[in-house]
């Protein structure tokens, strides 16, 4: 079975612009979470959705935002790009949106602003 | 706030070493679990630890969860140079954020042969 895809994989973009990130999840799977991962750092809680519907949202600006589309795959757009910006995306997906629910991580999008 | 503290943060071993990870909290955890990162890779689930003095073993890791489910441990035996990676932890609770992973910024272990 294919696991949780992202993509691009990788993108460079400049300070102000716009850029949007996209996950599909397991099959199966209908919740979908997004983590930002700084070098260094372990990732860090950006949003939860399930069933379309946002359960949570981290501690970001609101530069950030996020939907969730019928097939249950999901974008993260995140508008006017600063520098600090710049870490690798990762998606993960869980069967439901519980906490002992076990979420699985894609490969994740490394997203370079310049 | 990083509410899972890992320890020790970078770890350089030999080949065939034995070492543990720590991963502590204040805060009560529903589960915890335990993932391995490669660099420009998402992190890999090793195991996933719900009831308090839980003990799993996956082949050489023995993951343990403390009885107040608030800190963890990973052990590997003989460790091989595949070992090398980051290790996170992460613990599950309900928050005013909604349900989300809280994790630790990671143990970065380097096994030579």
């Known amino acids: 079975d294919a696991g949780v895809t992202q993509s691009p994989t990788h993108l460079i973009k400049t300070r102000g612009q716009q850029v949007t990130l996209r996950c599909s999840p397991i099959s199966g799977h209908k919740s979908v979470s997004w983590y930002q991962q700084v070098l260094g750092q372990g990732p860090q809680f950006i949003f939860q959705y399930y069933e379309k519907e946002e359960r949570g949202r981290g501690n970001f600006p609101d530069r950030f935002s996020a939907r969730q589309f019928p097939n249950y795959s999901s974008e993260l757009n995140v508008n006017a790009l600063l520098l600090g910006d710049s870490a690798l995306y990762l998606c993960?997906?869980?069967?439901?949106?519980?906490?002992?629910?076990?979420?699985?991580f894609g490969p994740g999008t490394r997203l370079t602003v310049l | 706030t990083q509410l899972l503290e890992q320890s020790p943060q970078f770890l350089s071993i030999q080949e065939g070493e034995n070492l543990t990870v720590y991963c502590n909290s204040s805060s009560v955890f529903s589960s915890l679990q335990w993932y391995r990162q490669e660099p420009g890779e998402g992190p890999v689930l090793l195991v996933t630890v719900v009831t308090g003095g839980e003990v799993k073993k996956l082949k050489r890791l023995t993951f343990q969860f403390g009885d107040a489910r608030k800190d963890s441990s990973l052990h590997i035996t003989a460790a091989q140079p595949g070992d090398t990676g980051l290790y996170l932890c992460a613990g599950a609770k309900e928050s005013n954020s909604g349900y989300a992973l809280n994790f630790g910024k990671g143990t970065s272990l380097l096994v030579t042969p």
């Open positions: 993960a997906s869980s069967l439901n949106s519980g906490e002992i629910d076990t979420q699985y």
